[in-house]
């Protein structure tokens, strides 16, 4: 399927969604990913990659109860579907299958 | 929250953003907001907007329309309007070729006058703070009324009032010291040229770019500033500073700066510029009368200030002074800007002027534009029926009345874009005519500041007003009825409308063709009026003083020739006479009468050479003029004075006893457009005349000139002959009139050329309406006649209907402008009827021809269809 791609931004902010499960909405998923990162993201690009990734269905987003913070306005609330959770594993394994076929001299080289 | 966002971002976000998506990201760039405000407010409004900017794509912009109404003018449904304008278009050429030349044709006469007016009123703008320059105005009482003149006295003290910083004398004149002959290299010829004598504030208050030289050019005696154009034409170059030119014989100036050519859009028009000094030496002017003399002036305030509260200051000492408050002069301070639109005065009042041709010709504009919207209203709305089946089918498959109405007002665009852009080119093209026409040079600059956004908007007008009804009434058709073709009922409004707006088109048409007509007659009146004298077969010749004391002989000598009739010598040309005098007295005279005089200096053979007709007594004669105190007067002069034989009485001029000799007939001394007024003709010896006139046998204009050309070489030959025909310099002083006749005709022709598209439009769908109900005529026995006179009928009542409409507004309006002459024609009654006869002859002649065709076609073809 066209679309099930995962570019480096989304797999992070998809990674990030999963970690704050339940609570992920835009300021949070840009506050941890520089936490756990260090990258500095604009809040309008973290919407962005959020948009998308429901729109290619890896997340599901749900409007939370109205607070007292922001104005009262709700938070939306983004959620791993079966989909996206796949694609993480999918996107982790591969990974994982690549690293391991590096062969040793090389990683023995980069160390020193 | 304690700490607020800008509003002016959230309200933008607010307004650009998707209403699905504003609560969460609203949500969180307050959140973000919030955070940062509790150590940084400054920080958190930036952020905040940086953030509100950043949110600013394409995703997250709500789209104005429901999604539903949004598919509507998609690309694919604006292809589709095209495709069919395009077909539309080419599948009626005729149709389509009228309406589009019928736009072309207004737009450009639109552009046309708009470029005139343009130029019209941007004279004398282009000097820096050009509201603050003023011409100084006279006006003096005489009888109880004012007479006005463009000159302020010489030596006007203007040191009293804080408010003006620069002041300067401007000597203009068309004759000899302002025209005078130059030779850049003394093999050459002389050759003339116009100029003005002024002070050094001129360079300062006006801009006239120097090229080379001094900035400051006239500041010293015998120095010489000159146009780039007579640069050249004198040395052929423009690097000539510190050349010398010879004025007349004795004189020489050191050219000190080079100008750039003088702006057509000045009122001011000279090539070059001397210090008032050296205009004193040649005139031979004491200081004294110098001071006395008046002459046009200009001032320049230091700040914007009122020109009522000037020409207050102006009016009180030392500006005006004593004895010229007695003479009864007072000063107007008059916006320098103004003088090229608003130079009439009457009565001491200024009554526009040439402004009238201005606004005229802006009436003009808008309303052959509106004749031409008129008439593309007319022809799209006569074509719905044909449209009509197209519209029910768009309807049926889901068009929405909002989408018929935007197709066709994008159809209408096109058209008008297309016309728009053939109107652009036609005017460059036609540019190059009018100019000469009209004597002007004026350039399209259409593409230029401004212009543009006006273009726009007026392409947006015009398409608006165009297309807007017929997209109104074609989109309200409704598509049961309209695919069945029964659109009678409904189109009954709009054929109404039609009738009613060709109506309004016929009457712009007929009073056009009217107004144009009554200034025709009144400008033909004036050319061949008799003005008391004769002006054919007559040349005036610049003298130079050299020639004048040889004048006796050079008298002999041109009429050895048979060629020429007659030779005398003037102060004055009777066809504009500049010398007015108050100061004529006669025995019997009230104190406080105060009478203008015009008068006349001349020598023997003035009457004879004139043609003026003499009444009483005789003219002057060398044999018994013994004391040269002798004068002629006018008829309206013996009247003013109350003189029933005024043969032999004694009056003073001035300070001069003298005595009247003969009574002429009464002649034109002005423009035609004021009164004449009484003149007197006193001798005047050779050497104070400027001018020579001399008068030939007609049919031997060139024979006459090789003779004046030959005899004056003789005498002068170190100067070129300059003179001027009379009845050239009669037709000059009408050239704003005459001007404005030929636009006249030319609007006038071209609001008939739309009239007539306008007709031919209507007469054509008229006839292919009508076809099977002129077959069905045909086949019951109707002759060819019945069905021309059932088809022009319509036509003649709206004729009709147009004059009545149309007639009392040019009446009134003609009337007017006729009463800005003092001599005028009667209103030509003549002209409305056969202007009425004309265009009913031309309509019946157009739907004649178009329904000749449909009247002699087998009724069996037409009613066979189907």
Not at chain 1, 29 to 43: A, W
Not at chain 2, 146 to 155: L, P
Request: positive net charge.
């Amino acid at each position: 399927m066209k679309g099930t791609y995962l570019g480096e931004l989304e797999e992070l902010v998809l990674l990030t969604v999963g970690i704050l499960y339940p609570e992920a909405y835009g300021v949070g998923v840009m506050d941890e990913i520089e936490k756990q990162t260090g990258r500095s993201l604009n809040i309008s690009a973290v919407h962005a990659v959020l948009t998308r990734l429901e729109e290619k269905g890896f997340l599901k987003s749900k409007m939370s109860e109205p607070t007292d913070e922001r104005g009262g306005r709700r938070k939306r609330i983004f959620l791993l579907t079966a989909a996206g959770k796949r694609a993480l594993e999918e996107a982790n394994e591969m990974r994982t299958q690549l690293f391991n076929q590096i062969p040793r001299i090389a990683l023995q080289f980069r160390l020193a | 929250m304690k700490h607020a966002p800008p509003k002016w971002a959230d309200r933008f976000l607010a307004w650009y953003c998707r209403h699905d998506l504003l609560e969460e990201i609203q949500g969180d760039v307050y959140e973000l907001y919030d955070r940062t405000a509790k150590q940084n407010k400054r920080k958190a409004d930036f952020t905040f907007v940086w953030n509100v900017l950043r949110f600013f794509r394409w995703k997250n912009i709500h789209k104005k329309k429901s999604s539903y109404n949004n598919s509507l003018i998609s690309s694919g449904m604006v292809k589709n309007i095209f495709k069919v304008a395009i077909r539309n278009f080419l599948s009626q050429p005729g149709h389509s070729f009228l309406s589009v030349f019928g736009l072309t044709v207004s737009f450009v006469a639109a552009f046309l006058i708009m470029l005139w007016v343009m130029h019209e009123t941007s004279f004398d703008r282009y000097h820096d703070d050009s509201q603050r320059i003023f011409k100084v105005m006279s006006h003096v009482e005489s009888n109880g009324s004012f007479e006005t003149y463009d000159a302020a006295s010489f030596g006007i003290d203007v040191s009293g009032i804080p408010e003006i910083t620069k002041q300067a004398p401007v000597i203009t004149g068309d004759r000899w010291p302002n025209v005078l002959c130059f030779r850049g290299d003394p093999k050459n010829d002389c050759i003339y040229i116009t100029g003005i004598y002024s002070k050094p504030a001129l360079f300062e208050m006006l801009n006239f770019t120097i090229l080379r030289g001094e900035k400051n050019p006239i500041d010293r005696e015998f120095t010489v500033a000159i146009s780039e154009d007579m640069a050249n034409r004198l040395f052929n170059s423009i690097d000539v500073i510190g050349k010398t030119l010879k004025i007349d014989l004795w004189y020489e100036a050191t050219i000190t700066a080079v100008f750039k050519d003088v702006p057509t859009n000045s009122s001011l028009q000279f090539d070059f510029v001397m210090p008032v000094g050296v205009f004193q030496k040649l005139r031979g002017f004491s200081d004294e009368s110098l001071a006395n003399s008046f002459f046009s002036a200009l001032i320049k305030t230091g700040s914007d200030v009122n020109a009522e509260v000037l020409t207050a200051k102006l009016n009180t000492a030392p500006a005006l002074t004593e004895s010229l408050k007695r003479d009864k002069v007072s000063y107007q301070a008059f916006p320098f800007t103004d003088w090229r639109l608003k130079s009439k005065f009457e009565n001491g009042k200024s009554v526009g002027g040439k402004i009238q041709y201005v606004t005229l010709f802006i009436i003009i504009a808008i309303l052959v534009l509106a004749m031409a919207v008129i008439n593309f209203v007319n022809l799209s709305t006569a074509r719905a029926t044909n449209r009509a089946k197209e519209i029910g089918i768009r309807k049926t498959t889901g068009a929405l009345r909002s989408g018929i109405v935007f197709q066709f007002l994008s159809e209408s665009l096109v058209i008008v874009f297309f016309a728009f852009v053939l109107a652009v080119i036609a005017t460059q093209l036609l540019l190059p005519y009018f100019n000469s026409m009209i004597g002007e040079t004026l350039s399209v600059q259409l593409f230029s500041g401004v212009i543009p956004v006006y273009l726009l908007a007026f392409l947006i007008l015009v398409a608006l007003a165009a297309g807007l009804y017929p997209a109104l009434v074609m989109s309200s058709f409704q598509p049961a009825r309209a695919l069945k073709g029964e659109l009678s009922t409904r189109a009954s409004g709009v054929k109404y409308l039609r009738k009613v707006l060709l109506v309004v088109q016929l009457s712009v048409s007929i009073g056009i063709v009217i107004f144009s007509g009554v200034i025709f007659n009144q400008l033909d009146f004036i050319i061949h009026k008799d003005l008391g004298y004769d002006r054919e077969n007559m040349v005036r010749l610049e003298p130079t003083y050299k020639l004048l004391k040889q004048y006796d002989a050079f008298k002999t000598e041109l009429l050895k020739n048979h060629a020429i009739a007659s030779v005398t010598a003037t102060n004055g040309n009777p066809l504009s006479l500049q010398g007015h005098t108050t100061g004529v007295s006669w025995q019997g005279k009230s104190e406080d009468t105060r009478v203008t005089f015009q008068t006349l200096g001349g020598n023997y053979d003035l009457v004879e050479t004139f043609g003026f007709k003499l009444l009483d007594g005789r003219v002057f004669d060398p044999k018994k003029d013994t004391l040269g105190n002798e004068v002629m007067i006018t008829k309206e002069a013996a009247r003013v004075m109350s003189m029933t034989n005024p043969i032999g009485e004694k009056i003073t001029i001035g300070s001069s006893q003298c005595v009247i000799i003969g009574v002429l007939d009464d002649f034109h001394t002005e423009s035609l457009r004021n009164e004449k007024l009484p003149v007197v003709i006193y001798r005047q010896s050779v050497l104070q005349c400027s001018a020579i006139y001399v008068k030939y046998q007609s049919e031997s204009t060139q024979q006459a000139m090789e003779i004046v050309r030959a005899t004056y070489k003789k005498m002068e030959p170190d100067f070129t002959l300059n003179y001027w025909f009379q009845d050239e310099t009669f037709d000059n002083m009408y050239k704003t009139e005459t001007t404005a006749s030929y636009m006249v005709v030319i609007f006038t022709i071209i609001s008939l050329v739309i009239a007539v598209i306008g007709v031919v439009g209507l007469a054509t769908y008229n006839v292919i309406r009508k076809q099977k109900e002129i077959g069905i005529k045909r086949v019951f026995g109707a002759t060819v006649t019945n069905i021309l006179s059932m088809l022009t009928k319509e036509f003649v009542i709206i004729i009709l209907v147009a004059s009545v409409v149309a007639i009392p507004f040019v009446w009134y309006s003609a009337d007017r402008w006729l009463s800005g002459f003092a001599y005028r024609i009667n209103m030509p009654w003549m002209i409305y009827i056969t202007t009425f006869a004309g265009t009913l002859l031309l309509i019946a002649l157009i739907v004649g021809l178009q329904g000749f065709k449909a009247a002699n076609s087998n009724p069996v073809k037409t009613l066979r269809s189907e």
